[in-house]
């Protein structure tokens, strides 16, 4: 049943009444209810749901249109539903469980990729499952925090927050907004700034974010600040006049220097990085796991550890042999093991709820923040060569054509036989093994290789998204200067543990999915139509095309990279290949991996770095009966919960990491104005050029009032600027020679000239379709809009 005049939520539209029901709001298919009429149990519950604020049993009667008898069988009906444990009572207020009041209090822990606040409410009970993701949305006077005095609701990361809760449901999920009425308390955590000395003593906070606030420093709180130091300070209640006061907690060194930089990034998106000390307790109190309770002895098998060589933890090791079954010619037996965290980090702890906030790991040029103290990520749960590790671990049959014929989980106690780096296994593979790699390469090098080679067939026939992609690094000097940028050799051992770690997350998946065992999969959709359309549009300049249809497949797009490949657009077709797909996610619906070319997929291989992975091992342990540290209850009613907030945690630490790159890069270059460098364009707007540098790999931008007195069209379709006059223009993937003009190193932004000639653009790119024009006639300050051209 529905309402004849549903309540609304607050910030929505009522709907035209649709045709033949006219009780009924636009989009609902449910029968009409009739005014006065006792309204069901799915009916009160979605009421209490998207009306926080009007909950109490006055306000149900008052908006069902309730009267004399009927409003006594509400009472009932209520009673029951309360009995039963379905909504629960504040006062006069009523609400299902686990849901969140109309008025609540707020902690603000990050700040979305959109740039939203994203809260949690600082009571919730553990029974109820994780607590709720909050979107706080601000005014623009609430976000300005320019102005000496900021307006009393702006807010920011670690803030306390009193706020209006609007709840929007679809089916069973309910999302939460919020709309800030008062800040409590002002930021609990450190803020990150740049001291500036004052001729008196003392100084001020300068901030490095765009919407920071500037804090005053008395002089017998600087410390041992010095001008220009980034510092981080701890904020004191503000008064009702002037600037906040802060004190200063730790000085990290010259703003100017690159080891400043990633701390800068750390804060800007909110990343937890210092460990509370209840949490430091607990990993210090924490004993090696014991082989006992049902843990199988496995330390006579040479697992080892394959890794970068700077690695400082190491979760996974990997043997593999023969298949001996006469039932199985030319198979292999490939072994996983991986760090048993789940028995160190149990539901609830305080290690426990430290992973869940951080999510990950972040991992930058010169530090890693990490998930977990490293006295759990870099001892107890690393696999450290000679010396006994729990594990959880698998063994996987795998036919001679590389098609799984089954696998089995245990939990064990093992020893890894060596800690290899990449180089170091395939140098013995090719011929040149050390002393480390040497006693290894026959009994387990090789056959580890040879399963390889089976599981490739499977890969090879499964056709993964093959895009050619290359990750670079960034090197620094002791003094944490920018030495070089390198591009990684990728090897065949990178391939074999890839393979193997794959073929690992594909089986816990299974696994869990046959006992019916709720799970967070790795899933990445398919790319949407519309990205599809603007991808086959703009392959259809090259001469390329995509088959039309929803259930595009990762080969097609393989075959139009093996077409590209060796081609002068090679690049540009990868890039825009990459744009087209969709982001992965963690959820525990499964929507397959699409990159993957995979069904299933779950994250399993690395619970020291990621939570995705610390779940899917609780609910191994839990649905195996393996013994302590399974999944509970409350974790499995929370598991979308916790997939999306780990998913926003990801994004948050690729930010960070990408934008610390981008820092490092601008501030190795700021020295180097004037300068030219042989770059690739890498982006195409109306407003202008992105340019990457391969040699650093960074972006600058160029503004289009800058390329020549043109007026030029932005073509969507061919990702190009041309020349409303001349013909000639700059197309994406395109390489070109620029010249540096302005380096803003905090930022992380640089401005390039254009030193190469435009090109004859190909015949309709000029063309008017999905695109815009815009005049260039001079240099202009970054960051200004370009003069709108002639329509």
Known sequence: MTLAHPPRTPGTKAGK?????????????????RRGDLPDRDTILRFLAENPDRASKRDIAKAFGLKGDTRAELKGLLRELEDEGMIERDRKMLRRPGTLPAVSVLEITMRSPDDDLVARPAEWLEDHGAAPVVTVRQSNAGRDRSKSRAPSTAAGIGDRVLARIFATTHGAKTTYTARIMKVL???????????RASPGGGGRLMPIERRGEEFTIEADAAGDARDGDLVEVETARPGRMGLPRARVHAVLGSVEGEKAISMIAIHSHGIPHVFPAEVLKAAEEAKPAPLSGGREDWRHIPLL???????????????????????????????????????????????????????????????????????????????????????LALRMVFSSDGRKISHRFHRVMMKSAAKLSYQQAQAAIDGNPDDASGPLLEPVLKPLWNAYAVLKRERTRRQPLDLDMPERKILLTPEGKVDKVIVPERLDAHRLIEEFMIQANVAAAETLEKRKQPLIYRVHDQPSLAKQEVLREFLGTLGLSLARGAAVRAGAFNGILARASGQPYQGMVNEMVLRSQSQAIYSPDNLGHFGLNLMRYAHF?????????????????????????????????ALEDIAAEISVTERRAMAAERDTVDRL??????????????????????????????????????????????????DEAHQALTGERTGLGYRLGDEVEVKIVEVIPLAGSMRFEMLSEGHKMPAGTRSFHKSGRARSGGPKKPGTRPPRGRR
């Open 17 to 33: 009444p649709k045709p033949g029901n006219p009780d009924a709001p636009a989009g609902d298919d449910r029968p009409a209810f």
């Open 605 to 637: 291989t690395s619970p020291i770095r990621r939570y995705a992975d610390l779940i899917v091992h609780r609910a191994l342990v839990g649905t195996l009966g393996l013994g302590e540290g399974g999944i509970t209850p409350a974790e499995e009613s």
């Open 665 to 714: 890069v601008a501030h190795h270059l700021a020295s180097r104005l004037g300068e030219a460098f042989e770059g690739r364009i890498s982006g195409v707007t109306k407003s202008g050029l992105f340019v990457s540098l391969p040699q650093f790999g960074a972006d600058g931008f160029i503004p289009v009032s800058t390329l020549g007195l043109d007026y030029y069209i932005y």
């Open 185 to 195: 308390d002002r930021r609990e955590g450190l803020i990150l700034g740049v001291f």
């Open 305 to 391: 550890t394959i890794d970068p060589s700077d690695a400082k933890d190491h979760d996974d090791a990997v043997f593999a042999e023969e298949d001996p079954s006469p039932d199985n010619p030319g198979g292999i037996i490939a072994t996983v093991a991986i760090a048993d965290v789940s028995w160190y980090v149990r539901p609830g702890s305080a290690l426990d709820r430290e992973a869940f906030k951080r999510g990950n790991s972040a991992y930058f040029p010169d530090r890693v923040v990490p998930m977990l103290p490293e006295r759990i990520s870099n001892d107890l749960c690393s696999l450290r060569e000679g010396e006994d590790r729990p594990a």
